[in-house]
C-alpha cells in the first residue's frame, strides 16, 4: 500500500472517531481503570519484596525468577483468552508483519524498555538500603520514574501523531536510558558519590523519560508497518499490533527480572545497571543503522515508508 494511500485511510478512519459515543466512552474509561489497578498490583512489591526475601536467604536470581514468572505466564495465556487473538496466530497472520525489518526493531525496543523496568523492580528497593529510608521515602522514590511517564506520555504521544518522529524519539529514549542508569548505578568507572540519593532521584527523572520515549512509539511504528504490509485498518489489526506489543513487553519483564538478577549475583548493582544502560542504547544503534540503511537504499527520503505517516492528522 503506498504512504499515501495509508494517510488516506488514517485519515478518514480519524474523522470518523472523533465522536465517541457514550457506550465507548464508558468502555475507554474502564479499560484504564483496569490498566491502573494492573499496574498499581504488580508495582507494589518492588518496593519490599526484594527485601523481604533477601531476609529469608533468597539470591538476587530466585527473586528476579518470582518476578520473572508473572511476565512469562502473561505471556503464554494471553493469546489464548480471547478466541479472535489465538485465531490470529494459529492461523500467522503476524508473520507476514515480521517482513519488514523496522517490525524486528519495534519488537525488540519494547523488549528492551519492559527489561529496563523489570530489572529495577528486582534490584532496586536493595540498592537504597544504605540510604536507611523510611517504607513512605522510599515508595516515593520508586514513584519518580513513572511519575514522568504519565506526564510525559500523553504529550508525546500527541507529538508522534503530528509530526510523525517515532524512530528519532526512540533513539533518543535508547540514550536516555544507558544515561539515567549510568547515574543511578552509578556506573563505577565516573567520578560520581557512591551513595547520594538525588543522584537518584535525577536518575529516575531521566528514567521515565527514557521509558516514554521507548514505550510509546512503537505502537504506532507497528501499526504503520502493518498497513504498508497490507492489513486492512480495522480491529483485527489493531488486535494483532497490540498482541505484538504485549508478548514483547512480557518477554522483557521475564528476561529483565532473570537476566537482571543473575548479573547482580554476579557483579553487583552498579555494574549491572550500566549493562542494562548499555542494552537501551543497542536500541539507538539499531534504529541509526536501520536509518543508513534505508537512506542508501531508498532514492529520496519521502520513499522511506512509513517515515512522515502520523496517525492522527
Known amino acids: 500500500m503506498e504512504p499515501d494511500a495509508i494517510q488516506k485511510d488514517v485519515d478518514n478512519s480519524s474523522a470518523e472517531s472523533q465522536h465517541m459515543t457514550s457506550e465507548q466512552k464508558f468502555t475507554l474509561v474502564l479499560i484504564c481503570v483496569c490498566n491502573l489497578f494492573l499496574a498499581t498490583y504488580f508495582s507494589m512489591l518492588g518496593p519490599f519484596f526484594p527485601q523481604e526475601a533477601n531476609k529469608k536467604g533468597a539470591s538476587e536470581t530466585m527473586t528476579g525468577l518470582i518476578f520473572g514468572i508473572y511476565a512469562i505466564v502473561v505471556f503464554l495465556t494471553s493469546p489464548f483468552l480471547g478466541s479472535t487473538a489465538s485465531c490470529n496466530i494459529i492461523h500467522a497472520n503476524m508473520l507476514s508483519l515480521f517482513k519488514m525489518p523496522i517490525t524486528f526493531i519495534v519488537y525488540y525496543i519494547i523488549f528492551v524498555g519492559c527489561l529496563t523496568l523489570s530489572f529495577l523492580d528486582v534490584a532496586y528497593s536493595l540498592h537504597l538500603e544504605p540510604f536507611h529510608l523510611s517504607p513512605l521515602l522510599l515508595g516515593i522514590v520508586f514513584l519518580v520514574a513513572p511519575a514522568v511517564?504519565?506526564?510525559?506520555?500523553?504529550?508525546?504521544?500527541?507529538?508522534?501523531?503530528?509530526?510523525?518522529?517515532?524512530?528519532?524519539?526512540?533513539?533518543?529514549?535508547?540514550?536516555?536510558?544507558?544515561?539515567?542508569?549510568?547515574?543511578?548505578?552509578?556506573?563505577?568507572?565516573?567520578?560520581?558519590?557512591?551513595?547520594?540519593?538525588?543522584?537518584?532521584?535525577?536518575?529516575?527523572?531521566?528514567?521515565?523519560?527514557?521509558?516514554?520515549?521507548?514505550?510509546?512509539?512503537?505502537?504506532?511504528?507497528?501499526?504503520?508497518?502493518?498497513?504498508?504490509?497490507?492489513?486492512?485498518?480495522?480491529?483485527?489489526?489493531?488486535?494483532?499490533?497490540?498482541?505484538?506489543?504485549?508478548?514483547?513487553?512480557?518477554?522483557?519483564?521475564?528476561?529483565?527480572?532473570?537476566?537482571?538478577?543473575?548479573?547482580?549475583?554476579?557483579?553487583?548493582?552498579?555494574?549491572?545497571?550500566?549493562?542494562?544502560?548499555?542494552?537501551?542504547?543497542?536500541?539507538?544503534?539499531?534504529?541509526?543503522?536501520?536509518?543508513?540503511?534505508?537512506?542508501?537504499?531508498?532514492?529520496?527520503?519521502?520513499?522511506?515508508?512509513?517515515?512522515?505517516?502520523?496517525?492522527?492528522?
Open 149 to 313: 511517564y504519565a506526564l510525559t506520555a500523553p504529550f508525546l504521544g500527541w507529538i508522534m501523531d503530528k509530526k510523525g518522529w517515532c524512530k528519532s524519539a526512540m533513539a533518543l529514549g535508547g540514550m536516555l536510558i544507558l544515561v539515567s542508569l549510568s547515574l543511578i548505578g552509578p556506573v563505577p568507572f565516573l567520578s560520581l558519590p557512591m551513595e547520594s540519593l538525588w543522584l537518584n532521584v535525577v536518575g529516575n527523572v531521566v528514567l521515565g523519560l527514557g521509558i516514554s520515549h521507548l514505550l510509546v512509539p512503537p505502537l504506532q511504528e507497528l501499526l504503520v508497518a502493518a498497513f504498508e504490509s497490507g492489513y486492512p485498518d480495522n480491529l483485527e489489526t489493531y488486535g494483532i499490533t497490540s498482541g505484538l506489543y504485549t508478548s514483547a513487553y512480557s518477554i522483557g519483564g521475564f528476561a529483565g527480572a532473570i537476566g537482571g538478577g543473575s548479573l547482580l549475583d554476579k557483579v553487583g548493582f552498579p555494574w549491572t545497571a550500566f549493562i542494562m544502560g548499555l542494552v537501551g542504547a543497542s536500541c539507538t544503534l539499531l534504529l541509526a543503522l536501520y536509518h543508513l540503511t534505508t537512506k542508501f537504499c531508498c532514492k529520496s527520503k519521502d520513499e522511506i515508508p512509513g517515515e512522515h505517516i502520523p496517525l492522527i492528522p
